[in-house]
């Protein structure tokens, strides 16, 4: 599916870098989001966006920051992450808020 | 939103129907059921949706009981690409409160050969 792509879909990362995720719909959706799936847990829900302004912000450490330029793209600032912090990072897209979301392919993210 | 049951595993041989069933007791009257899968480290992907009547699409049938206390998800001729975890998720309907998916830990189908 190209409906929801994701960038880049691997990466491995320091704790002291600085990296973004790219997330870009093509569905002409309104509304996106960031989830987390860590392993052998389930997907948790990080951000919501509307309109491009953050409605939802389920209580994200700093270290992750979103940016929502257009409805079209979201980002995933990342700085001085952990190593628990190594997991799938998803992102999805929806008409509006809670409409049927549609997730992209996901960024594998390794923090050594 | 509703809290959902589903077992955490299920067999089932390819070309027969695999019948995946959710409860959920607790839903209310404007909660809606939605069925999403994820296959191996891939994002979600979504089947199938409703509210109280069946529905079926190109890839499932949902079933839901007339008290609404539990549903189906029927996938009718499963083949090995259908391997994968299975997530059965109420929520509201829209502008009816949080926007995000709830998962939980879903129901992981084997398509035998």
């Known amino acids: 599916e190209t409906g929801v792509t994701q960038t880049p879909r691997h990466l491995v990362m320091g704790m002291t870098n600085k990296k973004s995720l790219k997330c870009e719909q093509h569905?002409?959706?309104?509304?996106m989001y960031w989830y987390k799936q860590s392993a052998k847990k389930p997907l948790e829900l990080m951000f919501v966006?509307?309109?491009?302004?953050?409605?939802e912000n389920n209580s994200v450490p700093s270290r992750f920051s979103p940016e929502c330029p257009n409805s079209s793209h979201l980002f995933l600032h990342l700085h001085t992450l952990q190593p628990e912090d190594s997991a799938l990072y998803l992102c999805?897209?929806?008409?509006?808020?809670?409409?049927?979301?549609?997730f992209g392919p996901g960024t594998r993210l390794l923090v050594l | 939103d509703a809290k959902t049951t589903q077992p955490p595993s299920m067999d089932c041989a390819e070309g027969r129907a695999a019948n995946l069933p959710c409860n959920h007791s607790?839903?209310?009257?404007?909660?809606?059921v939605y069925w999403y899968r994820q296959i191996h480290s891939q994002g979600p992907q979504y089947i199938i949706h409703?509210?109280?009547n069946n529905e079926t699409n190109e890839m499932a049938s949902l079933i839901i009981t007339e008290d609404r206390k539990s549903s189906t998800l029927i996938l009718p001729h499963a083949t090995l690409r259908d391997t994968a975890v299975y997530y059965c998720?109420?929520?509201?309907?829209?502008?009816?409160?949080?926007?995000?998916?709830?998962f939980g830990k879903g129901t992981h189908l084997i398509i035998q050969p």
């Open positions: 999805a897209s929806s008409q509006a808020p809670s409409e049927t979301q549609y």
């Open positions: 569905l002409g959706h309104n509304a």
């Open positions: 966006y509307n309109f491009k302004e953050q409605t």
């Open positions: 607790t839903i209310s009257g404007n909660e809606y």
């Open positions: 409703g509210l109280k």
């Open positions: 998720i109420v929520r509201v309907a829209p502008g009816g409160g949080a926007d995000g998916l709830t």
